[in-house]
C-alpha cells in the first residue's frame, strides 16, 4: 500500500533543507536537524526519492546540493573579487560557505545577495584567514559592495558646468548641492581602492600596510567609477550629502578635527579649502555628481 | 499538419538569449535576430544599465521574458511585489508573452536561486493549477510555463512528467515553453523516451521552444547551457516544429558564453528545421538515425 503523500509545505522544506544543508547531500541525509524535516512518516531520505539506472538517491540529490553553493559563490566572487583575491580560493570559499549557510538568499535578487557581506565579515566570520586581516577585508568589501550599489542605483540627470558658473559669486555659501543617487563617499583606514584597482589590473597585490584613505564611487553615464578624494574633499561631499548649504559644509570641514587649533589656524584652513573649491566643484560637476543646485 | 497556438502568439522566428557579453554587438550592429528573451530578473530592481540596456534592445526587436523567481510551485504565498515588478517591466519592453518554469525556487521565505523539483502527483498538480490561475490573473496575460531539467524523481510522483505538465497546462488554461534540451536532459537522468514525452505534450499549448547544450557527466546530464546543441536535441526540436507546425525558438547559452558570431551560427542551425516546420510537403532534413536515450 502507498504511504499517504507528504504535503506540499513539508516536502519543500526537507528539500529545500538538504540542498542547502553546507555538508552535501550524503551528509544533509543523515543529519538530524535535516532528518527531523522528513515529512509523511519518512524515515529516511530513500523514502521520499527514488535511484535512477546510474545514480543512488543521494547522489541525485546532490546534483543539486553541490550546485547550490557554487552558483552562490559564483556570483559574490563577481561582486568581491578584491576579497577573494586577497584571502585565496581556499579561504574564499569557506567564507562564502560560511556566508551562504548562515545567510541564505531571501530575495529573488541576486544584486542585493551580497549586501551583508562587509557586515559579515567585520563582525560574524569566524574563517581564521578572515579573522587575521578583518580590518581590511571589510573595508575592501565596503568597496567592492559600494560599486555594485552605485551600479543598479537610480539614475539622475547631472546638472551642467554652466549651472554652476551661474551661480553668483556672493550666493555660493548659500548654495546646496544636491548629489545624485549613485554616488558613495567613504574614510577608509587601509587603501583599499589602490589595492583594488591592482587586483583589476593583475598586479598581485599584497595587503597593504594601514593608510588612512578616503574614497568617491559614482556613476557617470553607466558605469561605476572609484575616484581617490582628499581628507577634506572626503569631509565636504559628505557634509554635503547631509544636505547641508556649502558655507556650512566648509565650517563642518573646518570643524572636524580642529579641536585646540587657534581661531587663526581655522581661518588659515577655510582659506585653502576655498582657494580649492573652484577646481573641485568643475571636476565634480564635470564628473556629473550633482544633480541639482539651489540656491 | 500545422497546430494553432492556442493563444494566438504569433512564431517570431529564430532568436536569442539576451546576454550581458553581447551587448555592445547588438546594440552597436543590431544583427537579425527575429527577437530576444530577456532574463527577466535581470532587468528587476535595477535603474542602472541594464534597463537602459532593455530599453534599446526593445526598441529594436520584439522582446520574450523568462523568468527564473516566480516560484510557481512553493508553498509560500505568491510574492505580489514580484509579480507587480515583473508586470511592470512587461508594459515596458511590450513584451510579447512572459513565462517562468514548472518548479519552485524556495520555501519558507528562502531562495535556493535553483528551478528545484516538484513531485508529479494530484496534490502538487492541484497546488500549481491554482498559483498559475492567480499569477495570470495578477498579470493579466497566460503564463508560458517551460518544463525543468530535472535530477531526481519522487516516490509519490504518480504521473510522468510530460503528462503532469500537460495536464497543468490545459487546466490552468496557460502555455508552454518546450524545452527540448531539457527533454533530452530529464530523459536521460529518468530513463525515459522523447517520444513518449512528446507524446504526453499537448502542442496547441506551445507558445516557444527552447534549445541548449549541456554536459553529458556520465552518469547524468546537467542543464548547463554551455555547448552547442548535440544531434538527439536537433531530432527533438525538429520533431516538435513539425508537430506545431512552427513556434518561436530561443537559444540559450549561459556559461563559456562564445562570441555572438558563434552564438548566432549556432542559432542558425534551427532554420532548416524550421523552414521545414513550415512549408507545406516538406520533409524535415535527413537526420542521423536516432539512438536509444538511456539512464
Known amino acids: ?295 | 499538419m500545422a497546430i494553432r497556438n492556442r493563444f494566438g502568439f504569433p512564431d517570431l522566428g529564430l532568436g536569442l538569449g539576451l546576454r550581458s557579453v553581447h551587448y555592445s554587438t547588438i546594440l552597436e550592429q543590431h544583427p537579425p535576430v527575429d527577437f530576444f528573451e530577456i532574463l527577466t530578473e535581470n532587468y528587476l530592481d535595477t535603474e542602472g544599465r541594464p534597463v537602459w540596456i532593455v530599453d534599446q534592445v526593445a526598441a529594436h526587436y520584439p522582446v520574450v521574458m523568462h523568468g527564473v523567481s516566480l516560484n510557481l510551485g512553493t508553498a509560500d504565498p505568491l510574492d505580489r511585489a514580484y509579480l507587480a515588478k515583473v508586470k511592470a517591466l512587461a508594459e515596458r519592453v511590450k513584451a510579447r508573452w512572459l513565462g517562468d518554469h514548472v518548479c519552485f525556487t524556495g520555501v519558507a521565505g528562502k531562495n535556493s536561486h535553483d528551478l528545484l523539483p516538484v513531485p508529479y502527483d494530484e496534490t502538487t498538480l492541484k497546488h500549481l493549477v491554482r498559483r498559475t490561475k492567480q499569477v495570470q490573473e495578477i498579470l493579466e496575460r497566460p503564463l508560458v510555463l517551460e518544463n525543468p531539467s530535472t535530477y531526481v524523481t519522487f516516490k509519490q510522483s504518480t504521473m510522468h512528467e510530460a503528462e503532469f505538465i500537460g495536464r497543468l497546462a490545459n487546466e490552468a488554461d496557460c502555455g508552454l515553453l518546450l524545452d527540448v534540451n531539457n527533454i533530452y536532459v530529464s530523459c536521460r537522468n529518468h530513463g525515459w523516451e522523447p517520444d513518449e514525452y512528446l507524446a504526453h505534450v499537448p502542442f496547441d499549448r506551445v507558445t516557444q521552444i527552447h534549445i541548449a547544450g549541456h554536459t553529458d557527466k556520465g552518469t547524468h546530464c546537467v542543464d548547463t547551457h554551455s555547448k552547442p546543441v548535440i544531434e538527439r536535441v536537433w531530432e527533438i526540436y525538429a520533431e516538435a516544429e513539425r508537430r506545431t507546425g512552427g513556434r518561436s525558438t530561443i537559444l540559450e547559452w549561459d556559461d563559456d558564453i562564445p562570441s555572438f558570431e558563434v552564438t548566432f551560427a549556432e542559432l542558425q542551425k534551427a532554420a532548416p528545421f524550421k523552414n521545414a516546420g513550415k512549408a507545406p510537403g516538406r520533409r524535415a532534413p535527413k537526420r542521423p538515425a536516432r539512438t536509444k536515450v538511456v539512464a
Open chain 1, 1 to 295: 500500500m502507498r504511504a499517504a503523500p507528504a504535503s506540499v509545505d513539508a516536502l519543500q522544506r526537507w528539500f529545500q533543507a538538504a540542498v542547502m544543508h553546507p555538508g552535501g547531500a550524503e551528509v544533509a541525509a543523515e543529519a538530524r536537524a535535516i532528518r527531523r524535516l522528513l515529512p509523511a512518516r519518512a524515515q529516511r531520505l530513500e523514502d521520499l526519492l527514488l535511484p535512477s539506472a546510474r545514480m543512488n538517491a543521494r547522489e541525485r540529490l546532490d546534483v543539486y546540493a553541490s550546485s547550490y553553493f557554487l552558483r552562490l559563490r559564483d556570483v559574490l566572487k563577481l561582486d568581491f573579487a578584491g576579497v577573494a583575491h586577497a584571502l585565496g580560493d581556499d579561504a574564499f570559499d569557506d567564507l562564502m560557505r560560511e556566508y551562504v549557510t548562515r545567510r541564505p538568499s531571501t530575495s529573488f535578487n541576486l544584486n542585493d545577495y551580497g549586501a551583508d557581506v562587509p557586515g559579515f565579515i567585520a563582525r560574524k566570520s569566524r574563517v581564521r584567514a578572515v579573522d587575521q586581516r578583518r580590518a581590511f577585508l571589510a573595508e575592501l568589501a565596503t568597496l567592492e559592495r559600494a560599486v555594485e550599489e552605485v551600479f543598479h542605483a537610480p539614475q539622475a540627470a547631472p546638472v551642467a558646468l554652466e549651472r554652476l558658473q551661474s551661480i553668483p559669486p556672493d550666493r555660493w555659501t548659500d548654495a546646496v548641492f544636491s548629489t545624485i543617487p549613485a554616488l558613495r563617499v567613504f574614510q577608509f583606514s587601509f587603501p583599499v581602492n589602490g589595492y583594488l584597482q591592482a587586483v583589476i589590473d593583475k598586479q598581485a597585490p599584497s595587503v597593504p600596510p594601514r593608510m588612512a584613505t578616503w574614497t568617491a564611487v559614482y556613476r557617470k553615464g553607466w558605469k561605476p567609477w572609484r575616484a581617490r578624494l582628499s581628507r577634506e574633499q572626503y569631509l565636504l561631499l559628505l557634509a554635503l550629502m547631509r544636505g547641508r548649504p556649502l558655507g556650512a559644509a566648509i565650517a563642518a570641514v573646518v570643524r572636524t578635527g580642529s579641536r585646540g587649533d587657534s581661531k587663526a589656524a581655522r581661518e588659515r584652513k577655510a582659506e585653502a579649502i576655498f582657494g580649492q573649491l573652484g577646481a573641485w566643484f568643475q571636476e565634480w560637476t564635470a564628473e556629473g555628481i550633482f544633480r541639482e543646485i539651489r540656491v
